[in-house]
């Protein structure tokens, strides 16, 4: 029996760096002018995976990313660094899921590779930081949940032991397989590209990168069947489609307010003697320091 | 209409950890608002004591799951038994703290009770609304309103249509105010076997280390906190300095505690602390939303920045134009020549 390790990675906008043409005059966000990245803790969670299988002959990886098709792109990186084989969910019919129908979503990918040891994944992604995708995917595939994994400590084919990162401390926990691992930014920095892996994944394609190359793929697919990296749509995952986009998300978007501050009387002041003495005199005389 | 309920979490020491009473205070003017019961759960061991830490706060209905398998924390077997009490109780309103344990449980409850779940609220409301496409229309949901997408949107997000409506937030965003020191409410004791299964508890722990809390930013009258524009750790070490010298606590904001010049237990923001002092000196700090959401409530804000156009100078009572490392020597200096 081989000992199967799925991630779930997510490609987001890179919300660390925004700049002032992030949003559009509407109101709305223009994720145009977003860099779109592999989810940074999702990295972390791909580095947990592969140390598994560093620990376990025959172990293979195998990277679920659910998005739009350029979503792709983290795959590939995933497989440069490591991963054995990756599949995209994608479809019209998600857009607009809410963390429990991307969770519902997820959890019938998931169960498409069964039998599964492991199922890990990053905390939280930058875009939402809701941390609920991970614990809602467990709870519908009735796992067991360690969330905030910090580090392996040991893995074997029937358990596994992980520290966990807690707000004022740390917890060493102890789980039968299969589980699922949720990864904290703390655990260690994923490996980088590896050149052979470069090499040997640089052509890896969906089916839908596939209809639109020019060059034909059909005899490296057939020799090299790692390189296809499968879609999986709604029909494929036989969803109801009443779980699933906003039709199946009970959260709804009531609002959206660009943020507008108040403006506040201020006085401004500059880093003259004069004038930080006079602040530090008014601060002293009116108590608020001192 | 159905009850508020408030999940409340033990800390280490045996006590109703501050978020939880933070919550139920909210709670309270919810459920009085809906015209409706504040009803809380208490998960541990050895913890009837709890009911006299949480009645004050106005609940009308305790429930209290007591076992000695039940503390410390572990996910499955307080999920169990929440998920089966709400299965029971068909609450209107949920809140839990969004703390490691809060953001471990909210999301799998959530996920049994197919119902939503907005994390790390800033503010909540009760509100009505009207379905756009169909003119349906709804009365006294809860608005969850929390920043979103990086902080330069602020989202409120409703559940029309699924209860409970369920909400986390952090710690020091909801203010604690006692109800009535003499409100007594209901003991119900939970027969815990009732929800539990055996396989709740395959997961073991081996080893705890926690701490006891070392920092207590939230309650600090005054704050210094650093950005990502202080720029080294020298100049940040002049922000201890200053608060040495002033009495007062370090704080940081996110992009300072990324960057390395902070720890994370220094973060003041949405994913941070939330604080309110009397005085709070941003230093090199632009200010996006998340920051703000985690001080804007400070009496007094000071804002040091080279740039005259960042966002925090417009919440700022007082703006000083000029470097960091210029200026805290200065304030330092004055500070120590002229106070007694």
């Known amino acids: ?290 | 209409m159905n009850n508020v309920f408030v999940y409340c979490e033990i800390s280490e020491e045996g006590h109703v950890a501050e978020v939880s009473l933070e919550l139920l205070s909210k709670g309270r003017k919810l459920a009085h608002e809906l015209g409706v019961k504040l009803e809380a759960i208490a998960i541990g061991s050895k913890i009837q004591h709890v009911s006299q830490e949480i009645f004050p706060f106005g609940v009308d209905v305790l429930h209290i799951a007591d076992d000695s398998r039940l503390s410390p924390y572990r996910t499955l077997p307080h999920a169990s038994i929440v998920i089966g009490l709400f299965q029971e109780k068909q609450p209107e309103i949920v809140l839990f703290g969004a703390t490691s344990i809060g953001r471990d449980l909210a999301p799998r409850v959530a996920s049994a009770l197919r119902c939503g779940l907005t994390a790390d609220c800033t503010a909540l409301e009760i509100g009505d609304h009207t379905e756009p496409k169909t003119g349906k229309e709804y009365k006294n949901l809860l608005y969850q309103i929390r920043p979103a997408f990086g902080g330069n949107i602020i989202a409120t997000i409703i559940n029309p249509d699924t209860r409970p409506q369920m909400a986390t937030v952090r710690e020091g965003v909801m203010k604690k105010e006692i109800f009535s020191p003499d409100y007594i409410g209901v003991v119900e004791k939970l027969d815990v076997n009732a929800y539990l299964k055996e396989t709740d508890f395959v997961v073991e722990i081996l080893e705890r280390h926690i701490e006891p809390q070392k920092l207590n930013i939230k309650n600090a009258q005054i704050i210094v906190a650093g950005g990502y524009g202080v720029g080294t750790p020298e100049n940040f070490k002049l922000l201890y300095e200053l608060a040495d010298v002033i009495g007062a606590q370090v704080g940081a904001s996110r992009a300072a505690v990324d960057a390395g010049l902070a720890d994370h237990e220094r973060q003041i923001g949405q994913t941070g602390v939330t604080v309110r002092p009397k005085l709070y000196i941003a230093c090199g700090i632009s200010g996006a939303v998340q920051h703000r959401a985690g001080m804007d409530q400070s009496a007094q804000i000071i804002s040091i920045n080279k740039d005259p156009n960042a966002p925090i100078n417009q919440i700022a009572d007082y703006v000083i134009i000029g470097d960091v490392a210029e200026v805290l020597p200065k304030m330092i200096k004055y500070y120590k020549q002229n106070s007694k």
């Open chain 1, 1 to 290: 029996m081989t000992f199967r390790i799925v991630v779930l990675a997510k490609q987001v906008p890179d919300t660390r760096n925004v700049g002032k043409d992030a949003m559009k005059a509407d109101g709305t966000v223009n994720r145009a002018a977003l860099p779109a990245i592999f989810n940074p803790e999702d990295l972390n969670a791909l580095e947990m995976a592969l140390r598994m299988k560093d620990n376990i002959a025959g172990a293979e990886v195998i990277v679920v990313s659910m998005g739009p098709g350029r979503a792709a792109e983290i795959i590939r990186e995933a497989m440069y660094r490591g991963a054995d084989r990756g599949y995209l969910v994608t479809d019209r019919k998600f857009a607009g899921s809410d963390t429990l129908a991307t969770s519902y979503a997820l959890s019938l990918a998931v169960k498409k590779l069964e039998p599964y040891q492991i199922l890990i994944a990053g905390r939280q992604a930058i875009d939402g930081d809701t941390a609920q995708v991970g614990p809602q995917t467990a709870e519908k595939l009735g796992l067991p949940q360690i969330t905030y994994a910090e580090e392996l400590l040991s893995i074997d084919k029937q358990n596994v032991i992980i520290r966990r990162r807690l707000e004022r401390g740390v917890e060493t926990v102890k789980s039968p397989l299969p589980v699922c691992i949720t990864v904290h930014g703390s655990a260690p920095a994923c490996r980088p590209r590896n050149a052979k892996l470069v090499m040997k994944y640089k052509h890896a394609r969906t089916t839908t990168e596939l209809q639109e190359e020019t060059r034909d793929y059909t005899e490296l697919l057939h020799e090299r069947p790692w390189l296809h990296i499968q879609e999986w749509s709604v029909e494929d995952l036989k969803a109801e489609t009443d779980k699933l986009g906003l039709a199946g998300s009970p959260t709804k978007v009531k609002k959206i307010d660009n943020v507008v501050l108040q403006h506040k009387e201020s006085k401004v002041l500059t880093a003259s003697d004069n004038d930080i003495d006079w602040l530090m005199k008014e601060l002293i005389s009116s108590h608020i320091i001192g």
